[in-house]
């Protein structure tokens, strides 16, 4: 099992429709939750983390977390075309220096 | 503020030739880390630096990759002999000292060709 899987996608969804995208994690020791974006030939942008269970919205994009289930999972309302990108989900596992990478879900919204 | 800037962009190499890849992280920022991206894959991680010294290097491949961060700010990723498997995106990201949850904000990356 890898420590951070994510669907490859691609997810397409609608211009205005609400776009989920997932991601577990297998370490239980994991502390905090992060999602990049990335756009095709650029590097990750931060959007969003959150480290305690519920939810983290900030404008259009609502983090949610659950520790139980080692899930966590990000929605963007009100999609735009210019949310297509790929959206990576990383993980800070306690006592490791690093972020552990998902290999990120593309998505697709189309006009 | 400037961002993480890394140079050169990109570099094409070819098979056994010695290259290096420069990061200059945000002002202020004491931890730095080098990660490698392939192809449909999220990043990996290489090495961490925390100042000026190597706090966690588990994640280089092998001894034909090294790093230095001589000042604690600017750092160089050296790989000697290159061998076309290490054709990938480079990406640098650095953090804040005291950054509670690890957040970390990566350069435009350097595409390396091993050709």
């Known amino acids: 099992q890898k420590e951070v899987e994510q669907n490859s996608g691609p997810l397409s969804v609608p211009e205005g429709a609400i776009a989920s995208l997932n991601c577990t994690y297998s370490?239980?020791?994991?502390?905090?939750f992060f999602w990049y974006r990335q756009y095709s030939g650029k590097s990750p942008e931060l959007i969003m983390f959150?480290?305690?269970?519920g939810d983290k919205e900030d404008g259009r994009f609502t983090a949610q977390l659950n520790k139980a289930s080692q899930y966590v999972s990000l929605l963007i309302r009100d999609s735009q075309p210019s949310d297509s990108a790929t959206y990576l989900c990383?993980?800070?596992?306690?006592?490791?220096?690093?972020?552990?990478f998902g290999k990120g879900t593309m998505l697709l919204v189309s006009p | 503020g400037a961002g993480v800037s890394q140079t050169p962009s990109n570099k094409v190499t070819e098979k056994g030739k010695y290259v290096e890849l420069r990061c200059d992280p945000i002002?202020?920022?004491?931890?730095l880390y080098w990660y490698r991206q392939s192809l449909g894959q999220g990043p990996e991680f290489l090495i961490y630096?925390?100042?000026?010294?190597?706090?966690?290097d588990s994640g280089l491949p092998n001894d034909r990759f090294f790093a230095v961060r001589p000042e604690g700010s600017v750092s160089t990723l050296k790989i000697q002999r290159t061998e076309r498997g290490d054709s990938a995106v480079y990406l640098c990201?650095?953090?804040?000292?005291?950054?509670?949850?690890?957040?970390?904000?990566f350069g435009p990356g350097t595409r390396l060709t091993v050709l």
């Open positions: 990201a650095s953090r804040i000292k005291g950054a509670p949850y690890n957040e970390q904000f």
């Open positions: 370490d239980r020791g994991s502390q905090s």
């Open positions: 959150i480290y305690s269970n």
């Open positions: 990383a993980v800070y596992r306690s006592g490791y220096s690093t972020l552990t």
């Open positions: 002002s202020g920022h004491t931890a």
């Open positions: 630096f925390q100042g000026t010294g190597a706090a966690d």
